[in-house]
Nanobody, 124 residues
Framework: QVQLVESGGGLVQPGDSLRLSCAASGSALSVNAMGWYRQAPGKQRELVAVIDDGGTTMLSALLKGRFTISRDNAKTTVYLQMNSLEPEDTAVYYC??????????????????WGKGTQVTVSS
């Protein structure tokens, strides 16, 4: 079992930056990939970014240039750096992990573990 705990959400103004963290515990060394999803009010959950065990990253095409995903050397904490935030980025951001595949799909296929989510609100 892997436990995921997100932190770093909050209320920010348009144009601000925010960094989310996701700490994995339990059988964290068995994780093949970790990533971030988000779900805005009234919208479907969408995949934001993924980093696999080898360090290869994937970022949503819509967010490239503003968001980046990274992790610590121990591979137990994943970060989502969000710059130039827009009101449209308002959502609950969920950390996700897989012990079975390095690929996380937009529909959540491949995810074995979910965090509880952290709220990000971008508003003036």
């Amino acid at each position: 079992q892997v436990q995921l705990v997100e932190s770093g959400g909050g209320l920010v103004q348009p144009g601000d930056s925010l960094r989310l963290s996701c700490a994995a515990s339990g059988s964290a060394l068995s994780v093949n990939a970790m990533g971030w999803y988000r779900q805005a009010p009234g919208k479907q959950r969408e995949l934001v970014a993924v980093i696999d065990d080898g360090g290869t990253t994937m970022l949503s095409a819509l967010l490239k240039g503003r968001f980046t995903i990274s992790r610590d050397n121990a591979k137990t904490t994943v970060y989502l750096q969000m710059n130039s935030l827009e009101p449209e980025d308002t959502a609950v951001y969920y950390c996700a992990a897989s012990s079975t595949t390095p690929y996380l799909r937009d529909d959540g296929t491949g995810v074995d573990y979910w965090g509880k989510g952290t709220q990000v609100t971008v508003s003036s």
